[in-house]
């Protein structure tokens, strides 16, 4: 199993542009997460989908819009990318249901904006 | 609202003393306690979780962690470092079963020869 897969790893963009960033997984799970990670900051919520169908929005969901594809894929897209989103975003993915399920994350895709 | 407070930024450690990584969080309801680490340039990797029962919880690559209570803590642990666990380290909270987790800044460990 491949697990939590990320794509793009790096990518720059200019002020302005726009561009989505890809996570799927292969465990079956039904909850998928998006982090941003910031220095000293830790990891922030931006949105999270409970299951297929419903997405609803995390700590800092400005400046982004989600879609859960299918139960595999989740997506991130920046419309009008601004410097302040220049980090490193997390995909991860959970169980649903009776236990308190852990997240297993991706590698991460580090968004530059200038 | 819940959260989770790691107060220290750096944590040293000589190689084959004992370690400590504090947490401590808030939650309104019973706490589902988690904790990372994440290696340069990786993803977050799970080592260990308290849900209920025993305070003090096992995990992977030798960790452990105490629950507690009545000071709302949750202090990561190994009885001897080693270099390799040089790395960032997540403490993070959820108070119902199905939602996000919320993480605190992280702490970085160093472990020197």
């Known amino acids: 199993n491949a697990g939590v897969t990320q794509t793009p790893k790096f990518q720059v963009l200019k002020t302005g542009q726009s561009m989505t960033l890809q996570c799927a997984q292969d465990?079956?799970?039904?909850?998928m997460y998006w982090y941003r990670q910031d220095p000293g900051m830790g990891l922030r919520l931006i949105y999270y989908?409970?299951?297929?169908?419903?997405?609803d929005k995390g700590e800092v969901p400005n400046g982004y819009n989600v879609s859960r594809l299918n139960k595999r894929e989740f997506s991130l897209r920046l419309e009008s990318a601004a410097p302040s989103q220049t980090s490193v975003y997390f995909c991860?993915?959970?169980?649903?249901?009776?236990?308190?399920?852990?997240?297993?994350f991706g590698p991460g895709t580090r968004l530059t904006v200038t | 609202a819940q959260s989770v407070a790691q107060p220290e930024d750096q944590v040293n450690v000589a190689e084959g003393n004992p370690l400590t990584v504090k947490c401590t969080y808030s939650?309104?309801?019973?706490?589902?306690l988690f904790w990372y680490v994440q290696y340069p340039n990786r993803g977050l990797q799970f080592l260990l979780k308290?849900?209920?029962?025993?305070?003090l919880v096992k995990g992977s690559y030798g960790f452990e962690a105490e629950f507690n209570k009545s000071q709302t803590s949750f202090h990561l642990k190994k009885p001897s470092a080693l270099v390799s666990d040089s790395a960032l380290y997540f403490c993070?909270?959820?108070?119902?079963?199905?939602?996000?987790?919320?993480f605190g800044k992280g702490t970085r460990l160093s472990v020197i020869a």
């Open positions: 939650v309104s309801g019973n706490p589902y």
């Open positions: 465990m079956n799970h039904n909850s």
């Open positions: 989908s409970a299951s297929e169908g419903t997405t």
């Open positions: 991860a993915s959970s169980e649903y249901g009776r236990d308190p399920y852990e997240q297993y």
């Open positions: 993070a909270v959820r108070d119902k079963r199905n939602t996000p987790l919320v």
């Open positions: 308290y849900i209920t029962g025993d305070n």
